[in-house]
């Protein structure tokens, strides 16, 4: 039996075939989300499948996404598949990084090591593989950088053509470079990431062209597999909180779907608390959360973790429910915590760019208010390569860093790179002197 795209909104639920190229419910405007039939698991036999495929020289079941791919709705589809060998994550242990953040112990799940370093990979995958299904021909997303380059890569890998839109001057270059490298027709608008979206969304209706932003339910199921991995890799022992950065609230959506899915077919037994992070000047999750009452978007997002430079997020209906089901939490952090998370995971040898580091940034006000116990067990998501923003990583270790306002970053755990004379006894003396 096949899956199906159903509206997300309790008291509507309407259902659509699969193959239907429609992103917003056409009944109510809800998002909608990929709806399976009910008892299609077989928890223990798929997990040893899951393992055994990890031997396979098969591109399918090499890619940390498609060996999943039971919990995915692409039955008689995988001939289609457009990988890169995506997913295979690492989880990594961060002893210094646990300690800043106030745990006894901490491990980061690091998106950065996917093929075009983020975890957008994992969705992008999947999205692409709907575009040829639908038989599509131009694929087109808004982003903040990481999208863009993922879904440049993997529309030219499939030989199809990808139209990129970007906010002008807010966006790193190694984000910026990796599109034109893959070839997409590149875009930099006059407009914030919020507004960049409105427009895309009038011109895919209009041109026919298949958006691959993250209200794309494909684009979702695809995220869910950070999930499943991790699980997998821990021997499907969940950890007590799963943390994660906040922007446009895609992979909170993910990752409580996956959650969920996995209870009820009966692969875990305990849902982690999901705890979302996001930067001070861009956190309209984390005041309506705190508040309640009516979503109100942030007119001008202001952080220089530019990934999650958003007001205006589309799945925070999503994400709303995902951060209720779990008893999980919303936090925010400033520039200034951001940086020093930063340098921590910098200094575990590990790296990331500014928005995954946010995580730390968020553990430590969150074991620091008592909410996360330190003994807890906690996962963090890095989202993005070290060398996605290196620019960032200059000025914070030269001291040059300031916030969106113009105030200084003060670079507290700076490594300032040192200039020095072609003098082999004038070396050895700064190094030994
Ligand atoms: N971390 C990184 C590195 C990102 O690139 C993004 C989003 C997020 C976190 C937030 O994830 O939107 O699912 O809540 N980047 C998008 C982009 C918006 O266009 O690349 P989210």
Not at 311 to 320: E, F
Request: aromatic share 8%; net charge neutral.
């Amino acid at each position: 039996m096949l899956a199906e795209l159903a509206c997300f909104e309790r008291q509507c639920r309407a259902r659509f075939p699969i193959d239907e190229a429609i992103y917003n419910c056409p009944v109510c405007g809800g998002l909608l989300e990929v709806a399976f039939p009910e008892d299609r698991a077989d928890s223990s036999a798929w997990k040893k499948l899951w393992r055994e495929r990890r031997l396979s020289n098969q591109g399918i079941d090499q890619s940390g996404v498609w060996r999943y791919r039971e919990l995915l709705p692409f039955d008689g589809h995988h001939h289609q598949v457009v990988s890169l060998r995506e997913g295979n994550t690492p989880l990594l242990d961060a002893p210094r990084a646990a300690q800043y953040g106030g745990l006894d112990r901490l491990t980061f799940k690091h998106q950065g090591f996917n093929p075009t370093g983020s975890f957008k990979d994992n969705g992008m995958t999947c999205g692409v593989t709907q575009a040829i299904r639908l038989d599509r021909r131009r694929v087109a997303c808004v982003s903040t950088g990481n999208t863009s380059a993922s879904m440049a890569a993997y529309a030219s890998a499939a030989g199809l053509d990808s139209i990129v839109f970007i906010p002008h001057g807010n966006i790193s270059y190694g984000k910026l470079a990796q599109a034109l490298e893959y070839g997409a027709r590149t875009f930099q608008v006059e407009a914030n990431f919020d507004q960049i979206l409105a427009l895309v969304r009038v011109l895919a209706d209009r041109l026919g062209i298949y958006l691959l932003n993250s209200i794309n339910p494909f684009r979702i199921e695809g995220q869910k597999s950070i999930i499943f991995e991790m699980l997998d890799q821990r021997d499907w022992n969940p950890p007590d909180w799963i943390v994660l950065p906040g922007g446009n609230l895609g992979n909170t959506s993910a990752f409580g779907k996956a959650l969920r899915e996995l209870c009820q077919y009966g692969f875990i037994h305990k849902l982690p608390r999901l705890a979302v992070i996001q930067a001070e000047g861009a956190a309209p999750f984390y005041e309506f959360m705190k508040c309640k009452g009516e979503f109100r978007a942030v007119a001008e997002p202001k952080t220089l973790a530019t990934a999650i430079r958003i007001g205006d997020p589309v799945s925070w209906p999503k994400a709303l429910h995902e951060v209720t089901v779990t008893n999980g939490s919303v936090e925010k952090v400033s520039e200034q915590e951001i940086a020093d998370a930063k340098a921590i995971i910098g200094q575990c040898g590990i790296g990331c760019e500014p928005a995954s580091a946010s995580t730390l940034a968020g553990i430590r006000k969150l074991t620091a208010a008592g909410t996360i116990g330190p003994d807890e067990d906690v996962v963090a998501v890095l989202t993005g390569n070290v060398l996605k923003d290196p620019d960032y990583i200059y000025r914070y270790h030269t001291g040059e860093l300031k916030d969106p306002d113009g105030r200084k970053i003060d670079a507290r755990l700076a490594n300032r790179p040192i200039v020095a004379p072609n003098d082999a006894d004038a070396i050895a003396k700064m190094l030994e002197g």
